[in-house]
């Protein structure tokens, strides 16, 4: 597809970041062989008849498919582990050749800005103008100092990271890098190679920059080179400024999927009684939080549980999907796609798991689990828990793993996906035929 022609013929277009390798939600992405967006949420989808559950990915287009309309003749770029509900409606864009979606509100003080935990997040100025700027995980003095020629702030928020462009600038950026573009010689993102470089000061940029470990001579000769491309496109298509803000409401649902922690707490979130609970719930389309299950346990109210057989036990709190176990005994649990004789366990993250030992799995408090299915290599089993970061034990053989996560994600590199699914789905079929 000709991607410039056809935003010129008005179409609109998406594209979704895969978001990196999943590091920090390993081993999750792992067991779906590599596929980060291709997690599963608590949410069931017929495919060809039969019910599946939904991927992250899945639910970011389900969600994002709101701006179609608003965004013709533009090509947008969403994160492929995240979900947000704006509170501020889907405004169109157009004002801006670039546009960058945040949930602003006022200028906070300074107690405020440390209260919010603001300095965690890449964050987004608009000025009286309506021209946004990129700051990047910083104090309140230092946001401050970064935007003193910025003009008046009237409003700032965490950034969601997601982007809209124009034809004209598309075509401006791809001919401006096609030398890296064609030798594969350079690695840019948008916020600090783009954004940051056409909305601040050239001082600014390079401190932060440098804070970033950048060499301050290479962070001036990529300001210098994006200040001369701003100013011949600004020319060209009389603008004073590249970026803006489309507003997603400083009361905003944002679910991100991308941590393992994240993942937990946002999955168990819709087993509370409160108004952003009842709203994922609405959009994950569990108004009955218990569809297509045969329960012999026992279950609370507050617990989901979707297309399981379970003949007995307690379930309280948790989430289950697609179970199938003689006895279950958990609370404040997550179990997607799991097959074992028994489950007990609190504060579990179960996934892909198929067990077919007699004893099944009583497992310590906050374990986690996925199994991966490598052909030629069989199941292999990666064990962690909740408290433990992948990010940080990316290289490391945890206890009780014949891998560690690096060692997996390569292992996974040359699967053949449609035999890697085969052999999780015939190993679950053996371990339900042996259960029941």
């Known amino acids: 597809m000709d991607l410039d022609a056809k935003l010129k013929e008005g179409w609109s277009v998406a594209m979704f970041h895969t978001a990196g390798k999943g590091t920090r939600l390993a081993p999750l992405p792992g067991s779906e062989n590599n596929n980060k967006p291709g997690v599963k949420l608590p949410s069931l989808v017929q495919v060809d008849r039969e019910a599946k559950e939904l991927t992250i990915l899945e639910a970011v287009i389900r969600q994002t498919n709101s701006y179609a309309p608003h965004r013709k003749g533009r090509c947008s770029v969403f994160w492929g582990d995240q979900v947000f509900v704006p509170s501020a409606g889907t ?74 462009l124009s034809a004209e600038l598309l075509a401006a950026l791809l001919a401006e890098f096609a030398p890296e573009l064609e030798g594969k010689t350079a690695k840019l993102d948008s916020d600090p190679h783009f954004w940051m470089p056409l909305t601040l000061a050239g001082d ?89 299950s045969m329960l012999g346990a026992e279950c609370d109210t507050h617990s989901v549980v979707l297309a399981s057989d379970v003949k007995a036990g307690r379930v309280s709190k948790s989430v289950l999907s697609s179970v199938t176990s003689s006895k279950v005994d958990v609370e404040g649990s997550i179990l997607v796609n799991v097959s074992a004789r028994r489950v007990v366990g609190k504060g579990l993250v179960l996934y892909n798991v198929v067990e077919d030992s007699e004893d099944g799995l009583d497992l310590p408090d906050g374990s986690v689990r996925a199994d991966i299915f490598i052909p030629g290599t069989g199941k292999v089993v990666m064990s962690s828990t909740t408290g433990t970061d992948g990010g940080q034990a990316w290289k490391v053989r945890l206890e009780g793993n014949d891998m560690s996560f690096e060692e997996a994600y390569k292992a996974n590199g040359a699967v053949d996906l449609l035999a890697a699914q085969k052999m999780l789905s015939e190993a679950r079929a053996a371990a339900l035929a042996s259960i029941k």
């Not at 300074?110 to 890449?122: D, I, M, S, T, V």
């Not at 944002?254 to 719930?281: C, F, H, I, M």
């Open 204 to 292: 600014a940029y390079s401190s932060v920059m440098e804070q970033k470990k950048m060499p301050k001579a290479e962070a001036q000769a990529h300001y210098t080179r994006m200040a001369a491309f701003k100013e011949a496109f600004c020319a060209k298509h009389k603008c004073d400024a590249v970026l803006g803000c489309i507003d997603a409401g400083g009361k905003c649902y944002w679910w991100d999927y991308g941590l393992l922690k994240l993942y937990q707490k946002n999955n168990l979130l819709t087993t509370v009684d409160s108004p952003e609970a009842e709203a994922l719930r609405t959009f994950l389309g569990l108004k009955d939080r218990a569809q297509g």
């Open 91 to 164: 405004p169109a864009s157009g004002a801006h050749h670039a546009d960058i979606l945040a949930c602003l509100g006022p200028m906070p003080s300074e107690a405020e800005w440390a209260e919010r935990g603001l300095e965690k997040y890449g964050l987004i100025a608009v000025n009286k103008a309506g021209a946004a700027a990129q700051v990047e995980k910083v104090s309140h003095p230092t946001a401050a100092r970064l935007l003193k020629t910025f003009g008046e702030i009237a409003e700032v928020g965490p950034s969601l990271g997601s982007f809209s």
